[in-house]
């Protein structure tokens, strides 16, 4: 069994990589820019808007896990256009390129965020949705709709996931928790917008991943699963939980912004029941796993300009 994802170069699809290799299963990655966390992955470098160079890296391949899309959402706020070409273009591409190469199945990499507009706030797969507000939201629906259709038109058998917030080792930096961790140790307060009790769930990113390759089970062919989190973490439990870690770290309260989002409750039983999925690892030990990965990257980093300081001196 070989897997191509594309976007394994990133903060989810690595961890996907990584997963994969564990079980077995032979990796391709597919991404704009070369894998830094391990050297013994296949890569084809390319984008996921040229399809024909999509085509030459689906050979040989049983699945596919896509995951290349711009995933931050002020990016897309920021550059819709782009956004909007790589998100659902690029997914037909994938999709297309994929049914040429005679590829079965595909896992779809999609988002809770598909429930920001549901009526009520318990959700599940079966919840009706509503036009999304935010065009990341858009995109990745839209991408969603692709692959149902083509599951249905083409027979080809999809999977389409919808993660939680992720958090762990190489989670991007301008996400709350490496925010908050990066603040705390270099001195500075935590601050927190109104009481600190909005909750969110995240999702150890691990654990996600596992979740991933868990949807390759025959029972998970043209299925939709929500991979989200089990503990209701406020923001002011993602400071203490910063501050018990690391110590010494001030909490600052500032005044709540307004149209802060509320959250909704995501249920993940049917990935539970279906694909024997659970999350393992608790809001607390992730934190501690990222603060670790966090300590490593920003020592590494300084003995590599300490390095170049030294060769530059000679
Ligand atoms: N991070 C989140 O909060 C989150 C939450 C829900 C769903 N998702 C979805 O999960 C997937 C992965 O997200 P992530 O957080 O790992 O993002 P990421 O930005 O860390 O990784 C995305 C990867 O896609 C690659 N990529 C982007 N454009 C490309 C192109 N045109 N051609 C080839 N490769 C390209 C990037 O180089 C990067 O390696 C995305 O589809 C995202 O929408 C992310």
């Keep these: 069994m070989k897997a191509l994802v594309?976007?394994?170069?990133?903060?989810?699809?690595?961890?996907?990589?990584?997963?994969?290799?564990?079980?077995?299963?032979?990796?391709r990655v597919y991404d704009g820019i070369m894998p830094t966390y391990r050297k013994d992955i296949e890569y084809y470098q390319g984008s996921i808007l040229d399809i024909t160079s999509l085509g030459f890296a689906m050979h040989g391949i049983d699945a596919v896990f896509h995951l290349a899309a711009v995933a931050d959402v002020k990016d897309v706020y920021n550059d819709p256009y782009r956004s909007e070409s790589i998100n659902v273009r690029g997914t037909i591409n994938v999709l297309e390129a994929a049914r040429n190469a005679g590829v079965k199945r595909i896992i779809y990499g999609s988002t809770t965020w598909v429930y920001s507009e549901a009526t009520q706030n318990q959700v599940d797969e079966t919840t009706p949705l509503?036009?999304?507000?935010?065009?990341?939201?858009?995109?990745?629906?839209?991408?969603?709709?692709?692959?149902?259709?083509?599951?249905?038109?083409?027979?080809?058998?999809?999977?389409?996931?919808?993660?939680?917030?992720?958090?762990g080792p190489r989670a991007r930096d301008g996400a709350v928790i490496p925010i908050f961790v990066r603040k705390a140790t270099n001195g500075e307060p935590l601050t927190i917008a109104g009481d600190g009790m909005q909750f969110r769930k995240f999702i150890y990113v691990e654990d996600l991943a596992e979740g991933n390759v868990l949807a390759l089970k025959e029972i998970g062919k043209n299925k939709i699963y929500n991979l989200d989190g089990k503990e209701k973490v406020t923001i002011k439990q993602i400071a203490e939980t910063v501050k018990k870690?690391?110590?010494?770290?001030?909490?600052?309260?500032?005044?709540?912004?307004?149209?802060?989002?509320?959250?909704?409750?995501?249920?993940?039983?049917?990935?539970?029941?279906?694909?024997?999925?659970?999350?393992?690892?608790?809001?607390?030990?992730?934190?501690?796993?990222?603060?670790?990965?966090?300590?490593?990257?920003?020592?590494?980093?300084?003995?590599?300009?300490?390095?170049?300081?030294?060769?530059l001196k000679k």
């Design 245 to 311: 870690i690391l110590g010494d770290v001030k909490i600052e309260f500032t005044p709540a912004r307004p149209g802060d989002f509320s959250g909704k409750e995501v249920s993940s039983d049917l990935a539970k029941k279906e694909l024997g999925w659970e999350p393992k690892i608790s809001f607390e030990e992730g934190v501690r796993r990222y603060i670790k990965w966090y300590k490593e990257r920003e020592e590494k980093r300084k003995a590599d300009w300490d390095k170049t300081d030294e060769v």
């Design 6 to 27: 594309t976007g394994g170069s990133g903060f989810i699809g690595s961890h996907v990589v990584d997963k994969l290799r564990d079980k077995g299963i032979e990796v």
């Design 130 to 167: 509503h036009a999304p507000t935010h065009l990341y939201t858009a995109t990745k629906l839209t991408g969603e709709y692709y692959c149902q259709s083509y599951s249905k038109l083409y027979g080809m058998d999809v999977t389409i996931l919808r993660y939680g917030i992720p958090y």
